[in-house]
């Protein structure tokens, strides 16, 4: 997006972060008010000495972005890219709904699904049928990635044990279901006899993990990329406790999906469209049991069988790309500066 942008702009880069000494002299989580002061301060200066444009990213500069919605014209609205929803308090405070609404209605906006401008809609009042819907697929660099990295391990291992590692992106991250994960897992093995493994990649490991998980850590997103597919099964919850993961559009999933791994899921609505044959939904409420249910059916399904569906997903490998969606986001931010 940024290289469409660019493309189409006529002033040249300010990197403000590298203005930011409070960022970079203090420790993360230290005087974050102030922090935020001096972003805000900086990235104000720079709005007054350049014409052009507002694009605002969620709701990181919400005041300049009020500020700015206010004072333009309908030919310098700003865009604001809400690749987030809205906090819970914003929808049940009155002034807040009424500011969000007024800025909804004088920006071009951007999401990351349909369900969520439709949750948008429904929650402020407000006509979004305007707004551009750019989908969180991989780029193409991440895909060649995961292509090749999938080639790499498909040629070392075989279809069982393949199917037998399951891959959890993310690490011990809250509401992503990993201990639980885990614990279904470790039933599991007991149960049907069969060494099941866990692929912990990325992230911060357990605190204490049984021997049958195994935990990257903290590692570059290159190497999550090529960690990530090798297992035959991938693991993608969101706790559905809040509107933002409800409507969740996890690059993991697609990451998943363009490996072809089986990738389970709870029902998000904003994923509904994608019923793919190796996707598998399980019922949240049921967690536990369901989740048990459906590896268990996966692995007397694909008991005997000669490979895992990974064996075709190159077909599927240019479905899932974030650059297919630029020459519509190109129109469309064209149309929104005239």
């Known amino acids: 997006m940024f290289g469409v942008v660019k493309a189409l702009s006529s002033n040249?880069?300010?990197?403000?972060?590298?203005?930011?000494?409070?960022?970079?002299?203090?420790?993360?989580?230290?005087?974050?008010?102030?922090?935020?002061?001096?972003?805000?301060?900086?990235?104000?200066?720079f709005l007054v000495r350049h014409r052009g444009r507002r694009w605002f990213a969620n709701f990181d500069f919400l005041p300049l972005q009020v500020l700015s919605t206010l004072f333009s014209r309908r030919r310098t609205r700003p865009i604001w890219d809400l690749h987030e929803m809205p906090p819970a308090f914003v929808m049940?405070?009155?002034?807040?709904?009424?500011?969000?609404?007024?800025?909804?209605?004088?920006?071009h906006?951007?999401?990351?699904?349909?369900?969520?401008?439709?949750?948008?809609?429904?929650?402020?009042?407000?006509?979004?049928?305007?707004?551009?819907?750019?989908?969180?697929?991989?780029?193409?660099?991440?895909?060649?990635?995961?292509?090749?990295?999938?080639?790499?391990?498909?040629?070392?291992?075989?279809?069982?044990?393949?199917l037998l590692t399951i891959v959890i992106v993310g690490g011990d991250m809250p509401g992503r279901y990993v201990e639980e994960s885990i614990q279904a897992i470790a039933e599991l093995r007991s149960e049907l006899g069969l060494d099941i493994r866990v692929s912990l990649v990325g992230g911060a490991p357990l605190a204490s993990a049984p021997e049958f998980v195994s935990s990257t850590g903290f590692i570059p997103f290159r190497e999550l990329v090529a960690r990530c597919v090798k297992g035959g099964i991938s693991l993608c919850f969101y706790r559905m406790d809040t509107l933002n993961n409800v409507l969740c559009e996890p690059n993991r999933f697609y990451q998943g999906l363009l490996a072809g791994q089986f990738?389970?899921?709870?029902?998000?609505p904003s994923l509904e469209q994608f019923k793919p044959p190796q996707r598998r939904i399980i019922d949240e409420a049921n967690f536990h049991r369901s989740?048990?249910?459906?590896?268990?059916?996966?692995?007397?399904?694909?008991?005997?069988?000669?490979?895992?569906?990974?064996?075709?997903?190159?077909?599927?490998?240019?479905?899932?790309?974030?650059?297919?969606?630029?020459?519509?986001?190109r129109q469309w931010l064209l149309r929104a500066c005239q």
């Open 12 to 45: 040249g880069c300010d990197f403000i972060e590298r203005r930011l000494r409070l960022r970079r002299s203090l420790p993360s989580g230290r005087l974050v008010l102030l922090k935020y002061v001096e972003l805000l301060g900086l990235s104000a200066w």
């Open 92 to 107: 049940e405070n009155l002034f807040l709904r009424l500011i969000f609404a007024f800025l909804l209605k004088r920006s």
């Open 109 to 162: 906006v951007v999401v990351c699904n349909k369900a969520r401008r439709d949750a948008l809609e429904l929650a402020f009042g407000v006509s979004l049928q305007d707004a551009l819907i750019l989908r969180n697929y991989p780029g193409k660099v991440a895909r060649q990635q995961l292509v090749e990295a999938r080639k790499n391990h498909i040629a070392v291992t075989t279809p069982r044990e393949d």
């Open 263 to 268: 990738v389970i899921t709870f029902a998000h």
């Open 291 to 329: 989740l048990k249910d459906v590896l268990d059916a996966l692995f007397v399904e694909r008991n005997g069988v000669s490979s895992t569906p990974t064996s075709g997903f190159e077909a599927v490998s240019d479905s899932f790309v974030f650059e297919k969606q630029l020459p519509d986001f």
